[in-house]
């Protein structure tokens, strides 16, 4: 079922997006080599508390979980797609990309955002890879208006990023959602799709529009740790999300970070 957000849950969520997106990019300053994965974790979570905040992704169990998320980001390493677990033993080096994925409940309502940030410095394919990945999210979120349709959306992104010259893989498995009240919410949103097809969009849903492209195939694997899913050929993966409402004219990115960050 399709959540439209009140007024008041409208105002909380804007101010949990504007404390999400400055504890993710205070996270991204941090990445460097050296620093393992772990490090990143522990300091996003105090940053969520020291905010009177609580991390979303911290013991969530999502449907079909084993096991509760055993962190507060997940930290995707190079070929993994998403939902990587931090870890003391996993140091990031000069040349790996990485995506920072971090969820936070403000006053019992949730928003969701994500970047992908290179260590150092990186290659050329991984630079292009991050940078048509943030510029699918944005397409998707032009796309994102009252009266258009989940489909839209992910026809949008589709044509864009098949339009590049270089053929990158749209994970087909994962995929955009909603979200507010919880931390996944219908509808379901992928990357790809048929324009004017699915659910509708209405002023006051709220909504995490997620990109993950592979600078191979699309296909993915998932980890014995029942979490990372990686590329299924090896190739490096990039993955960005805001958590945006949308309204009668252009949608509002409830997770933009601040002027200065």
Known sequence: MIIIKTKEEIEILREGGKRLATVLYKVKDKVAPGVSTKDLDLYAEKL??????????????????????????????????????????????????VSLDLGLKHRNLYTDTAITVPVGKVSVA??????????????????????????????????????????????EVLSGHGVGRGIHEDPFIPNFGKAGKGEKLIPGMVVALEPMLNNGTKNVTLDEDGYTFRTADGKNSAHFEHTILITDGDAEILTQPPKGI
């Open 126 to 171: 991984s630079k292009k890879l991050m940078e048509v990945t943030d510029q699918a999210l944005k397409i998707g979120i032009d796309a994102a208006m009252a009266g258009n349709t989940v489909g839209d959306i992910g026809h949008a992104i589709e044509s864009f990023v098949r339009a590049q010259k270089t053929k990158y893989g749209i994970v």
């Open 48 to 97: 969520i508390r020291e905010m009177g905040d609580t991390p979303a992704f911290l013991n969530y169990r999502p449907e079909g979980a084993s096991v509760p998320f055993p962190a507060s980001i997940c930290i995707s390493v190079n070929d993994e797609v998403v939902h990587g677990i931090p870890s003391k033993t996993r140091i990031l080096e000069e040349g790996d990309i």
